[in-house]
């Protein structure tokens, strides 16, 4: 018979022993239903300190025998209680064997790990992930951050916190891999041990060690292709929600486990730890973070005696078997089934274009996901049996209706909650298909249900009341459901939620081939009151589906819908926010080498290395004292911080030893308008070594220049380059008109520069047309206002070559008003397509700050269609104040501008958009103006959504320029604003917080 006992000093150190902590035993035993019974028997399911718990354990059953329980200072003193469990194969309890001892070697003398590894061969059965480096100086570090780990444990989970108390500092850090001649290949992960650390060897495991709320360790023997739910399952952690997994070599992860949850996920690897507190165990996700990060600072499964217990699972559960839920765009674009929506939205950062053909609609949607919470999809639909308007005019083109949707995440799921969202459909545009939703979805394994409630279009059968009509009668009626609207642009917010209602719902379910995907809803619409014109005859509500996901980036499906209607889907969808590409076309980077030259090099050669490896032009080289500076003239960059690396690695080359910062400035237009700074020291060291965690700090900055401060020397000056020229393409299109669908243009672009002096130059555009097909272009927009844009057509028409910009621009700063955080711009030329003019800029941006403010004013006059020299009569002022703000929420950046546009109108402009890491941004913008919606024409406002997307995060070369898609579904004369070539936001770019993070690994 074995024999398990936990007492007071060791389970409940400072605190009051509580039900979960008998739980804990009662898993052990596997005899939990048998258990429940014991703290019931206790009012308020409490024990106090000084109980002791004698548990014994054979093969056949298990008995907790004795609980005996002595309160402080007096009360009722209960003698003993007697629990019998089932009999049940429970397993030993104790202390559990180690396989073979692990070594520490102590280092002697300073040397790197690879060169220690190929003078000290490995054991045959070493544990190579599990091999660490325990650091002396990463004691301290450790040892706060178990204190702070214990703090916040103790109270309820006392007892987990005693466990981690004592389990051992180690000093542990993590080393990516022990392999001798990979580290000596990648020195950045080659560390340099100093004498008194120590290399810990561990032999290899053959268990998964599951920690419990209740400090409680359990084994389980490694399962190849086991998932961490088999584990938790086989330690009687039944409601977890959320696992981490601690690899042997200290990696993270963190994944779904429950049913309604489940993630693909790696499997545990032989020795990792999973920490999964249970439902009940309320520890939150920042508290189960911390607890992760200690255990991965622990070597392979370290046991005690009295805290442990072994077990074998059941069932193997193949980690592959565990799934991402797949979320697909249904007929609309929208995340959702069929004709249905369901609450789900994709990742933050996903673009989607899908295209629907269901008789006789097609629709084309593009999809964003800018936010984990939102998502908007924005697109066109086409009426094959309605035509768009008079034939001399269309000719034979079907009806196109611009559409835009929008749902907001209100509950993300949880284990006993749907996820719950708010949807309107076709809110913009002429409203024919608008309808509004509320929906809710919840998993179940590879099973997805929705439900929800419908109105408008959504919930066209209109067979259940409004439960609004309960509050207000006017929510019975919806005006205009069967017919166009004529206020096209506006929010339709008159008929949100109004009409009668009608539920909807459906399934999703994951095929056991990972590629495929059922779905099946009922429809909330009954197509009787159809905006096609005629009633769509519907054989039955039940829609069908089947998807193939074709690719990682590709869903194909096809189903049947109204009983008798063939449909295809097809829908591109890519991760914006991950895209990367290796610069493999750039100038092979310089060594980085650990120590310094015992001689500089030549600084002719240094500027001429900075300019192949970046494509910066060095104006000058300066020393002050103990630093270099480097002075770059006009920088056009994408990802600043690969740029100041490399700029870095040159200097550490060939600057001299007694050099300690270098710093890389950034005169722009004649301004300098910031610098990136280097700690040469902490730079240097992160190329070259491993450094412990509490050894590594930012080795970039970025800082304004100190302009008080002349130079000791000048160790190198060129001339800037006064001349410059580029030849590039330009592509414009223009969606959705009467003409024709798809209007383009594609056009040689040649780009002269002409530098007068440092801070003032000139620049223009000539551009020929190469292949268009704007012959089609008839249609002038009607307009009620002076046409400051509608006359698109005459622009893009009347001649193929043109000039559109040609312009002379100066930029200073205001020193007299607190130093270089005050710029000025002033222009005078042809400053766009359609206007020339002059006008000046000015802007308050501190460095690093996440805020700025401007202001732009202009006099401009329209210029002729030819777009030569020429100019037609209209002339205005216009000009805006701006404020900018970058917020730090979601990443979200925020433009606010307040003035008067180019028709004489005044109002605010307000952007936002999200700003991912690699550079790529979502956003959108809406002007309103003091101008009536009726007189500003279709589209009542204007607005807009685009994406960015910086070449860098998608060519193998690294370059400034970036794409655009622009979704403007109008273009009209109210909130028009001017043109600009240059604004000083963009200019001073190299100010910003996130110009060393952008694109950062």
């Not at 059922?518 to 014109?533: M, Q, R, S, T, W």
Request: proline share 6%; with cysteine; hydrophobic share 40%.
């Amino acid at each position: 018979m074995a024999r398990l006992r936990i007492g007071r000093r060791a389970l409940v150190p400072g605190g009051a022993l509580q039900r979960q902590h008998l739980r804990a035993l009662c898993r052990a035993a596997d005899s939990f239903r048998r258990c429940t019974g014991v703290w019931r028997a206790v009012p308020g399911g409490r024990f106090l300190p000084d109980m002791a718990i004698l548990a014994s354990a054979t093969q056949d059953n298990t008995m907790i025998n004795r609980l005996s329980f002595s309160p402080w200072g007096g009360g009722v003193m209960l003698s003993s209680l007697l629990v019998a469990a089932a009999s049940v194969a429970a397993p030993a309890a104790g202390h559990v064997p180690s396989q073979g001892a692990a070594t520490d070697y102590r280092i002697e003398t300073r040397q790197r790990l690879s060169d220690w590894l190929l003078a000290n061969p490995l054991p045959d059965n070493a544990d190579l992930l599990a091999l660490s480096w325990r650091s002396a100086a990463e004691q301290d570090r450790q040892q706060a951050l178990q204190s702070q780990l214990r703090q916040r444990l103790n109270g309820r989970w006392s007892a987990l916190g005693g466990v981690i108390a004592d389990m051992p500092v180690t000093g542990r850090v993590a080393v990516p891999k022990a392999d001798a001649r990979w580290l000596q290949a990648n020195a950045h992960a080659d560390p340099w041990l100093s004498p008194g650390d120590i290399v810990h060897v561990a032999p290899r495991s053959q268990q998964i060690t599951v920690l419990l709320t209740t400090g409680h360790q359990c084994q389980v023997p490694h399962q190849g292709g086991a998932d961490a739910a088999t584990y938790l399952r086989a330690c009687g952690v039944v409601s977890a929600d959320r696992a981490w997994v601690v690899q042997p070599d200290g990696v993270i992860t963190s994944h779904g486990v429950a049913r309604w949850n489940q993630s693909t996920q790696h499997a545990p690897a032989a020795g990792a730890w999973i920490w999964a507190p249970e439902l009940g165990d309320d520890i939150d996700p920042d508290l189960s973070d911390q607890v992760a990060s200690f255990l991965a600072l622990q070597e392979v499964a370290p046991l005690s005696p009295t805290w442990s217990f072994k077990r074998s699972p059941r069932d193997i559960t193949l980690a592959a078997d565990a799934r991402d839920l797949p979320t697909v765009g249904n007929d609309w674009g929208v995340v959702g089934l069929m004709q249905t929506p369901t609450a789900r939205m994709s990742p933050a950062g996903t673009l989607a274009i899908t295209y629907s053909r269901q008789e006789p609609y097609s629709v084309l949607n593009m999809r964003l996901q800018p936010v984990e919470w939102l998502e908007l999809a924005l697109g066109y639909m086409s009426i094959s049996d309605r035509p768009y308007g008079p034939t001399e005019l269309s000719g034979d083109q079907s009806w196109k209706d611009k559409s835009a949707h929008l749902k907001v995440r209100l509950w993300q799921e949880s284990a006993w909650w749907p996820e719950v969202a708010l949807g309107w459909r076709d809110f913009l545009g002429t409203g024919a298909f608008s309808g509004e939703y509320l929906v809710a979805s919840k998993r179940y394994g590879p099973f997805d249900v929705s439900a929800g409630l419908g109105f408008g279009y959504v919930g066209g059968r209109g067979d259940v009341r409004n439960p609004l009509g309960r509050v207000s009668e006017r929510f019975d009626t919806r005006p205009g459901r069967d017919t166009f609207s004529r206020s096209g642009g506006q929010v339709n917010g008159k008929t949100f939620f109004r009409g009668p209602a009608a539920f909807f719902g459906g399934v999703q379910y994951q095929l056991p081939w990972q590629q495929w995907v059922l779905k099946a809803e009922v429809d909330g619409n009954d197509y009787e009151h159809d905006p096609a014109g005629r009633p769509i005859k519907q054989d039955s509500p039940v829609n069908l589906g089947l998807v193939y996901r074709a690719a990682s980036w590709l869903d194909v499906t096809v189903g049947v819908e109204r009983g008798n209607m063939a449909t295809v889907t097809v829908s591109a969808h890519a991760p914006l926010d991950k895209l990367t590409m290796p610069k493999f076309l750039d100038a092979r980077p310089v060594p980085v080498l650990p120590t310094r030259p015992a001689q500089a090099g030549l600084v002719a050669t240094t500027a001429k290395d900075i300019q192949d490896q970046t494509n910066l032009k060095v104006r000058a080289i300066e020393q002050r004292g103990r630093t270099w500076s480097v002075v770059v003239t006009d920088p056009d960059m994408g990802y600043e911080r690969p740029v100041v690396e490399r700029v870095a690695a040159v200097v550490h080359r060939d600057a001299p030893a007694e050099v300690d910062r270098i710093e890389l400035r950034f005169d722009q237009r004649g301004v300098q308008v910031a610098q990136a700074v280097v700690d040469r020291e902490a730079w240097a060291r992160a190329k070259t070594e491993l450094l412990p965690p509490s050894q590594q700090r930012e080795a970039l900055s970025t800082e304004a220049v100190a302009t008080d401060k002349a130079p000791d020397k000048t160790l190198y000056e060129a001339e800037p380059n006064r001349f410059a020229y580029g030849v590039g393409l330009a592509y414009r299109q223009s969606l959705g008109g009467p003409d024709a669908f798809l209007l383009f243009q594609l056009a040689a672009d040649l780009n002269l520069s002409w530098r007068l002096r440092d801070d003032t130059w000139a620049n223009g555009r000539l551009r020929v047309g190469l292949v268009d097909n704007y012959d089609k272009f008839k249609y002038t927009a009607p307009s009620d206002m002076p046409r400051v844009r509608t006359y698109i057509r005459e622009y893009l028409t009347t001649r193929n070559a043109t000039i559109p910009n040609l312009q002379i621009t100066h930029m200073g700063s205001f020193e007299a008003l607190g130093g270089s955080d005050h710029f000025y711009l002033g222009y005078a030329g042809l400053l766009e397509t359609m206007f020339a003019g002059l006008g000046g800029e000015y802007l308050y941006r501190p460095v690093g700050s996440r805020l700025a403010v401007g202001v732009d004013v202009n006099r401009v006059r329209q210029r002729a269609f030819e777009q030569d020299f020429g100019l037609r009569d209209y002339e205005v002022n216009t000009g805006h104040a701006t404020a900018y703000w970058d917020t730090g929420w979601y990443d979200l950046v925020a433009k606010l501008s307040a003035g008067q546009y180019l028709a004489g109108d005044r109002g605010v402009t307000l952007d936002v958009s999200r700003v991912f890491r690699n550079g790529v941004s979502m956003g959108a913008y809406a002007t309103k103006t003091n101008v009536s919606a009726e007189r500003f024409g279709e589209g009542s406002f204007d607005k807009g959504v685009y994406v960015t997307i910086p070449f860098d995060a998608i060519l193998p070369k690294s370059g400034p320029s970036e794409a655009s898609i622009v979704y403007a579904p109008l273009l009209r004369d109210g909130g028009a604003r001017l043109s600009r070539r240059f604004t000083l936001y963009d200019l001073t770019s190299t100010r910003g917080p996130r110009a060393l993070q952008t694109g950062a690994p």
